[in-house]
């Protein structure tokens, strides 16, 4: 099992590109997330799934959009990137199941840098 | 609302006990506690449920005392391999649908 991956590794984009960060899962798992973390900060929740074909905003959504057409992968989008979007962004994934916690799967991460 | 770590951050010499603290303002269902090192990605430690017992792993172990809505984490006996970043997140609800993590407490272990 590859786990949680995420594409690509690195991008250094020029303010008002746009791009797409893609986040697949090998593990059935329902929820998804997006995080991005700032140098020394923690990490904030920008949207989330709990399903195919289902999405919702998280702490810090304004500037992103994301998709999941597919159970296994979610998409983040930059449509217009500013120098506020410079940062870290990781994916994260989780079962689910009753009443019970389950813990977060994250991807590697994505460091993207807007000039 | 994000939980508040304390201490920011702590050193310590190999073999040293440490605790982090993470309270809440609200009323929490579980708490998580991922641990992060350098240029990589959060790696889970452990959940501690709302009526649950403390958790242990090796020599790292956790409690949550429902009243306070705080959790510890206690690291026993540090090693070199316990630095890092340590982060708590929050639910609050049964319905898993998001953590609110804090904002990290950077641990360092000299030799």
């Known amino acids: 099992n590859a786990g949680v991956t995420q594409t690509p590794k690195f991008r250094v984009l020029k303010t008002g590109q746009s791009m797409t960060l893609l986040c697949a899962q090998d593990?059935?798992?329902?929820?998804m997330y997006w995080y991005r973390q700032d140098p020394g900060m923690g990490l904030r929740l920008i949207h989330y799934?709990?399903?195919?074909?289902?999405?919702a905003k998280g702490e810090v959504p304004d500037g992103y959009n994301v998709s999941r057409l597919k159970k296994q992968n979610f998409l983040l989008g930059l449509e217009s990137a500013a120098p506020s979007q410079t940062s870290v962004y990781f994916c994260?994934?989780?079962?689910?199941?009753?009443?019970?916690?389950?813990?977060?799967?994250f991807g590697p991460g994505t460091r993207l840098t807007v000039t | 609302q994000q939980p508040v770590q304390s201490p920011q951050a702590v050193i310590l010499r190999e073999g040293e006990d440490a605790v982090i603290n993470c309270s809440s303002s609200?009323?929490?269902?579980?708490v998580h506690w991922y641990r992060q090192k350098h240029g990589e990605a959060p790696v889970f430690l452990m959940i501690?449920?709302?009526?649950?017992e403390q958790k242990g792993h090796d020599k790292i172990s956790a409690s949550f005392n429902e009243k306070k809505q705080q959790s510890s984490l206690y690291l026993t006996a540090s090693q070199l391999s316990y630095s890092g970043t340590y982060f708590c997140?929050?639910?609050?609800?049964?319905?898993?649908?998001?953590?609110?993590f804090g904002g990290g407490t950077r641990l360092m272990v000299k030799p």
């Open positions: 593990m059935n798992h329902e929820y």
């Open positions: 994260a994934s989780r079962y689910t199941s009753g009443k019970v916690s389950y813990e977060q799967y």
């Open positions: 997140g929050t639910e609050m609800s049964n319905a898993g649908n998001m953590l609110t």
């Open positions: 501690l449920l709302k009526g649950g």
């Open positions: 609200k009323a929490l269902y579980s």
């Open positions: 799934s709990v399903g195919e074909g289902t999405t």
